[in-house]
């Protein structure tokens, strides 16, 4: 049995917000902040922080599963 993406939900939360807001990613900073953490935390281990951990320095981090 595969095992989870251990920052599965944080991804989600993200879209969720994201969604909810307008796509404006300022009022999603929070849920972007504990993205980085997970990732941060589980590094290689989470497809879902694959390029997200890459543009970390960035103003405006590309979210994974975002067009």
């Given at each position: 049995m595969p095992?989870?993406?251990p920052c599965?939900?944080?991804a989600c939360a993200i879209q969720k917000c994201l969604q909810a807001n307008k796509y404006?990613?300022?009022r999603c900073?929070?849920?972007i902040r504990a993205m980085r953490?997970?990732?941060?935390?589980?590094?290689e281990?989470?497809?879902?922080c694959s390029g997200f951990s890459r543009e970390?320095?960035?103003t405006e981090?590309?979210?994974p599963g975002a067009s």
């Open positions: 095992q989870k993406d599965q939900k944080q404006i990613e300022s900073e929070d849920v953490m997970c990732c941060e935390h589980a590094g281990n989470s497809i879902c970390q320095k960035s981090p590309k979210i």
